[in-house]
């Protein structure tokens, strides 16, 4: 059985209805719940568990994928599951949202029959999750500046930077912002301990591969190899601006402003209250410690998906 857990906003696609009413005369059991307020998919999530369904359909954007995950995460632990016959469900996705990072990165489809089609007949395979203090996130936590700015890049500066265009127009304004001042600990993939001190202005931890609206954070991410992708830029003067651009462009450069590791847990503590963004809820305290949980959930998606390590 499959349950879809739809964002309430999306609830009037008649698309949607069409779809679900094919694949049921198809043979597909599949409950549908639409969302109205907070708390909602958490309680879908649960009652899901009693159904027995095994594999439940985010229906919305990368934040609705994001709560999705994040229950069936908090259910599948025995410390905080109160169900006492929980099953191990599946997630898949319809990507409803303006974006869709996540699933574009996945090459999950994207038009509404095929991608329903597919999330009920396709095959689920283990990823990671990430738990940042004590919320999970599937994709990218993006930290101080770079969770705080409205993306507004030119598309000049798309069609002239590519993927790193949000970063660099992110950059420019923040040469009159004022960075936050604190130290990163950090175990790297092959458990080396480092730590980091000084004035930074952003950073994302990466899960997935695309955030922004397609801006490829982490092109060599994958959602299965217990490892989450770290960029960190530390503060410049604006004499460094075309070094730190440069540095940007390139995904296998760690230079003098730009810091790229792998690593299996990072703790960012800051002096004031650092905002930090997951997959685009806000949060907000002194420390955030942050740790890949590999394996913990199985996603539906292509068999060859680049963001899978085979």
Not at 84 to 91: A, F, G, I, S
Not at 233 to 250: C, G, I, M, N, T
Request: proline share 5%; with cysteine; hydrophobic share 45%.
């Amino acid at each position: 059985m499959t349950m879809l857990i739809l964002n309430g906003k999306k609830a009037g696609l008649p698309l949607i209805r069409q779809t679900v009413n094919l694949l049921r005369e198809q043979g597909h059991s599949i409950e549908v719940r639409c969302t109205w307020e907070g708390g909602d998919v958490a309680r879908y999530v649960k009652e899901a568990a009693a159904l027995n369904i095994t594999r439940i359909i985010a229906g919305g954007g990368d934040g609705t994928v994001n709560e999705v995950a994040d229950a069936l995460a908090i259910l599948a632990n025995p410390t905080t599951s109160a169900h006492p016959n929980k099953v191990e469900m599946e997630l898949a996705i319809l990507p409803l949202g303006t974006a869709n990072d996540f699933a574009t990165a996945c090459l999950i489809p994207l038009k509404i029959d095929t991608a329903l089609s597919f999330a009920v007949t396709a095959t689920a395979h283990p990823i990671d999750l990430a738990l940042a203090n004590d919320r999970h996130f599937i994709n990218v936590a993006s930290a101080g500046f770079g969770a705080q700015i409205t993306v507004d890049t030119p598309v000049e500066l798309k069609n002239l930077l590519g993927g790193q265009a949000y970063f660099i127009s992110g950059l420019i304004q923040a040469l009159n912002f004022t960075p936050y001042q604190g130290k990163i600990a950090a175990t790297l993939a092959d458990g080396q301990q480092i730590q980091l001190q000084g004035a930074g202005l952003l950073g994302a931890i990466c899960n997935g591969r695309l955030a922004g609206g397609g801006q490829n954070l982490a092109p060599k991410a994958l959602l299965n190899d217990g490892l989450l992708d770290v960029v960190l830029v530390k503060h410049f003067p604006s004499s460094a601006l075309k070094q730190v651009v440069d540095e940007l462009k390139d995904p296998h450069v760690s230079g003098e402003y730009v810091n790229r590791m792998q690593v299996t847990e990072i703790t960012l503590t800051s002096d004031t209250p650092l905002p930090v963004n997951l997959d685009g809820e806000p949060t907000f305290h002194l420390t955030h410690h942050i740790r890949v949980l590999p394996g913990a959930v199985k996603l539906v998606c292509p068999d060859d998906s680049p963001v899978l390590m085979r």
